[in-house]
């Protein structure tokens, strides 16, 4: 029997909520499939703060390293913002992408038929989502040096810098043409080339690689066009590939195209060792402990993580269903309501998936 060491990192708000139905789930599916799956937990975020003084402990790095997978709920709350920038939840996350070498996050985009209706677009602008975004996660503006502030001037002044090298450009391209040619092999580059010299850097990587690859079609799009076509004619696009900061905002306005940021997973990757699984949905600090919270983005996240992270195909495909059987059922979370449907709680649906399962 094939054995299983994953961590999961429950974190804050919403996350003890989601990762128990996460639990649940993936014993029942271990046993199904036969399988043995080690769920370690591991404080994570800020309830790590709380008890170790950092959201990213030296003891949940090892156990992730050791592991085959991370699973990771969300972190974050309001309270922890006038904390110091490298003691906040979020710095945590950045702090495990860093310790991982998680270079590739991957984000599909797709529309469930039986959600059809729940997306602010119409259904006709939506029905033919099925995108992947897939960003660049440890380089860029968001750990590019120098940054800080500047004290000595006669008003407050701060900066970062956006930066990347070729090489960081061209692993980042490699997964987009993987993921590309098991799908419809067209890829859309997005930069702000018209503007900034690290933009150039990226479009004349980006074509200097994939130009190796004839199986690839190529489109450049800047990022503020990309944000319109996305909400125009999302059905346009299959794999998005893009660096960190694009990549973060593009791929949130994408999620609403589902219907909720409740249903969108993404698997954070390198070429070698574990991977992160996480839903693109934060700790939802307003609906914490209510038990109201969609938990299908952490379950999503969960089956990228058999799939991707496990080979474990067949389970990944019977949870997917499973989500899929319940939403044409009529059963939702709060967060997609319609009117229409019957409502339930976060461990009520995960109860009604586990019976699909
Ligand atoms: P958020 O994603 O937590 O919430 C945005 C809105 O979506 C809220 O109204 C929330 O109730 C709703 N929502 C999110 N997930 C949901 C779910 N599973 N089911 C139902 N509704 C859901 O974003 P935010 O409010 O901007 O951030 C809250 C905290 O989360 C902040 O501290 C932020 O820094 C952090 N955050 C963490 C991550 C992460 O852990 N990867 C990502 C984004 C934000």
Redesign the pocket.
């Known amino acids: 029997m094939k054995k299983y060491k994953i961590v999961l990192l429950s974190?804050?708000?919403?996350?003890p909520e989601?990762s128990e139905v996460s639990k649940k789930v993936l014993k029942k599916l271990s046993k199904y499939h036969n399988f043995d799956i080690e769920i370690i937990e591991e404080l994570f975020?800020g309830i790590a703060y709380e008890k170790y003084g950092s959201p990213a402990p030296d003891k949940t790095l090892d156990q992730c390293k050791k592991s085959d997978a991370v699973l990771?709920?969300?972190?974050?709350?309001?309270k922890?913002?006038s904390l110091a920038r490298e003691l906040?939840?979020?710095s945590g996350?950045l702090k495990l992408r860093s310790a991982l070498n998680l270079f590739a996050n991957i984000r599909p985009v797709k529309i469930r038929k039986s959600l059809l209706d729940s997306s602010t677009l119409k259904k006709e602008i939506v029905e033919h989502v099925d995108l992947i975004v897939v960003r660049e996660l440890i380089g860029g503006i968001y750990f590019g040096k120098p940054r800080g502030h500047i004290t000595d001037t006669k008003i407050p002044k701060a900066f970062n810098t956006m930066v990347y090298d070729s090489a960081e450009i061209e692993r980042i391209t490699e997964i987009a043409i993987k993921i590309a040619n098991q799908r419809n092999k067209k890829i859309c580059s997005v930069d702000k080339s018209n503007v900034l010299e690290v933009s150039q850097l990226w479009r004349d990587t980006v074509l200097n690689i994939t130009s190796k690859d004839k199986n690839i079609s190529l489109s450049n799009m800047y990022v503020d066009n990309a944000a319109m076509q996305l909400v125009r004619d999302p059905g346009q696009f299959d794999v998005i590939l893009t660096s960190n900061l694009f990549g973060d905002i593009l791929s949130d306005l994408a999620a609403m195209l589902t219907g909720?940021?409740?249903m969108l997973p993404s698997a954070s990757l390198n070429n070698d060792g574990p991977g992160v699984f996480?839903?693109?949905?934060?700790?939802?600090?307003?609906?914490a402990g209510k038990n109201?919270?969609?938990?299908?983005?952490?379950l999503l996240s969960a089956s990228m993580m058999l799939k991707i992270g496990l080979n474990e195909e067949e389970a990944a495909e019977n949870l997917e269903t499973a989500i899929d059987k319940v939403l044409s059922k009529g059963f939702r979370?709060?967060?997609l309501a319609d009117g229409f449907s019957e409502v339930l709680s976060?461990s009520e649906i995960g109860d009604k998936i586990m019976d699909e399962i």
């Open positions: 974190g804050d708000g919403i996350g989601i975020g990771l709920a969300c972190v974050g709350d309001i922890y913002d906040r939840p979020e996350l909720s940021i409740g996480e839903p693109v949905h934060g700790s939802a600090p307003d609906i109201i919270a969609n938990p299908i983005a952490m979370t709060a967060d976060c």
